[in-house]
C-alpha cells in the first residue's frame, strides 16, 4: 500500500462523485425547461444513490471479481472478504472500490439526457440499475478487469486500449441513450430553449474540474502519467471549447455559452481514453477536431436525423469516446485491430442488452409518462414539486 497513491485516489474518487453531484446534474437542468429541472437534479441524485447499493451488492464483484473472461461472477459480492488492510495495486481495495463505484454511477446518468421531459421516474431507476449490472458491469470486466478484451485477450498480447473510459463510459452511455431516445419517442415540444444556460456553464465548470479525477485518478497512482493525463485533458476541453464556438460564430454568425461549454464535454469525453497515452500536441489536436465533429453530430442527428436525443448524449458522448478510443490507434499508442473491434463488440452488445433490458422494464413500469404529464412538467406532475416559485 503507497500512501500517496492512496491520498491521490481518495481525491479523484470525490472529484468524479463531484461531476454527477452537482456538476452533471447542473449541465442537464439548465438545458431542459424550467418545469423539467427538478426532474433533471431528482433522476441523477437517485441513479447516484441507487447506483452505490447495486455496486456495493453485485456491481463490483462482476465488474472487478476474479472468474474469468466474460464477468467477474459474485465472489465479492457485498465485498465479500475486503477490509481495510486488503490490497489492490497499491491502493486500498476498499478505495479501489469506491473509485470505480463514482464511474459506476456517473455512466446511467449520463444517459437521462436522452429521455429527460417525458420519462417516467419509475422506469429511470428500474432501467438505470439492470443496465448498470447487466451492461455496464460485464463491460467494464472485459476491458479492466481482466476480461477477454483486455491484455492477454482475444487481440492477442496487447488488448484494448481504454484508459479511463471512451469505450466503458462513454459509447456504452452514448449508444444506450440514441436507441433509448428511438424507443421513447421525440417530445410533444422540441422547441423551447434551455431554460438556464448559466446552470449549463456552472455545471460544465463542475465537470471539467472532476474531470481531472476521472482521467488522472484512472493511472491509480500519484506519479508522471497522472499528472500528463491531468494536462492532456485540460488542453482538449480547452481546444474542443474554442473550435465549437468558432464553428458556431462560421454557421450561425455568432457563438454561444451553451455552444461553448458542450464544446468542453466534447473535448473532455473524445480524450478521455486517451489521456493516458497521448501528450498535449495530440491533445490539442483531438480536442479541435472534436468541437467540430461532435457539432455535426448534433446537426446530424438533431436536424437531419429527427431523433429526439434530448441533451445529445450520443452526439457529444457517444461520438466522442469513439472518436478518442480511434485516436488512439491513430497516434500509434495501441493496434486498430483491439481498438475497432473492441468498439463493435460493445457496441452491439451495448445495444441488443439496452433494447431488452429497456423492453423488459417497461413491462413493469411505464417507459413513458402520459401527455397531461409531460405538458404540465414533471417536476410537478411526477414530484408536486416547483424549482421557481415567483409568488414567494
Same mark, same amino acid.
Given at each position: ?13 470525490? *472529484? #468524479?462523485?463531484?461531476?454527477? =453531484? +452537482?456538476?452533471?446534474?447542473?449541465? @442537464?437542468?439548465? =438545458? ?43 465472489? &465479492? ?20 472500490? %469506491? ?6 454511477? !456517473?455512466?446511467?446518468? =449520463? ?12 422506469? #429511470? ?17 472485459? !476491458? ?23 469505450? #466503458? ?24 430553449? +434551455? ?24 493511472? *491509480? ?17 480547452? %481546444? ?10 462560421? &454557421?450561425? $454568425?455568432?457563438?454561444? #455559452?451553451?455552444?461553448? /461549454? ?10 478521455? +481514453?486517451?489521456?493516458? @497515452?497521448?501528450? +498535449? /500536441? ?10 467540430? *465533429? ?45 481498438? *475497432? ?14 433494447? !431488452? ?19 404540465? $412538467? ?9 424549482? @421557481?416559485?415567483?409568488?414567494?
Amino acid at each position: 500500500m503507497n500512501a500517496a497513491d492512496t491520498a491521490w485516489i481518495i481525491v479523484a474518487t470525490a *472529484l #468524479v462523485l463531484f461531476m454527477t =453531484l +452537482p456538476g452533471l446534474a447542473l449541465f @442537464y437542468g439548465g =438545458l431542459v425547461r424550467a418545469r423539467n429541472v427538478l426532474s433533471v437534479f431528482m433522476h441523477c441524485f437517485a441513479i447516484a444513490c441507487l447506483m452505490s447499493i447495486l455496486w456495493l451488492a453485485v456491481g463490483y464483484s462482476i465488474a472487478f471479481g476474479d472468474s474469468g473472461a466474460y464477468w467477474g461472477g459474485f465472489g &465479492k459480492a457485498f465485498l465479500n472478504g475486503i477490509d481495510a488492510t486488503a490490497v489492490r495495486g497499491t491502493l486500498p481495495e476498499i478505495l479501489f472500490f %469506491a473509485f470505480q463505484m463514482t464511474f459506476a454511477i !456517473i455512466t446511467p446518468a =449520463l444517459i437521462v439526457g436522452a429521455y429527460a421531459e417525458r420519462v417516467g421516474f419509475g422506469f #429511470v431507476l428500474l432501467f438505470s440499475g439492470l443496465w448498470m449490472i447487466l451492461v455496464y458491469a460485464p463491460v467494464a470486466h472485459w !476491458i479492466w478487469g481482466g476480461g477477454f478484451l483486455s491484455d492477454g485477450g482475444i487481440f492477442g498480447e496487447t488488448g484494448a486500449r481504454d484508459f479511463a473510459g471512451g469505450v #466503458v463510459v462513454h459509447e456504452t452511455a452514448g449508444l444506450a441513450a440514441i436507441l433509448l431516445a428511438l424507443m421513447i419517442r421525440p417530445r410533444r415540444n422540441r422547441t423551447t430553449p +434551455p431554460h438556464n444556460p448559466g446552470y449549463v456553464m456552472i455545471g460544465a465548470g463542475m465537470l471539467w474540474v472532476g474531470w481531472f479525477g476521472f482521467n488522472g485518478g484512472s493511472q *491509480l497512482a500519484a506519479d508522471g502519467t497522472a499528472a500528463m493525463a491531468i494536462t492532456v485533458t485540460h488542453i482538449s476541453a480547452a %481546444a474542443a471549447s474554442l473550435t465549437w464556438a468558432l464553428w458556431e460564430r462560421v &454557421k450561425f $454568425g455568432r457563438a454561444s #455559452v451553451v455552444g461553448l /461549454v458542450t464544446g468542453t464535454i466534447a473535448g473532455l469525453a473524445s480524450i478521455t +481514453p486517451a489521456s493516458g @497515452y497521448v501528450g +498535449p /500536441v495530440a491533445a490539442l489536436i483531438i480536442g479541435g477536431i472534436a468541437g467540430i *465533429l461532435c457539432q455535426e453530430a448534433v446537426s446530424l442527428i438533431r436536424d437531419r436525423l429527427r431523433i429526439d436525443d434530448t441533451l445529445d448524449v450520443f452526439a457529444v458522448h457517444g461520438v466522442g469516446g469513439i472518436f478518442g478510443t480511434i485516436m488512439i490507434a491513430v497516434f500509434g499508442a495501441a493496434s486498430w485491430a483491439a481498438q *475497432l473491434g473492441t468498439l463493435v463488440i460493445v457496441g452491439v452488445y451495448t445495444l441488443v442488452g439496452t433494447w !431488452i433490458i429497456a423492453k423488459a422494464a417497461s413491462l413493469v413500469v411505464s417507459m413513458r409518462v402520459d401527455a397531461e404529464t409531460e405538458t404540465n $412538467g414533471l417536476d410537478l406532475s411526477a414530484h408536486g414539486e416547483r424549482a @421557481y416559485d415567483h409568488a414567494s
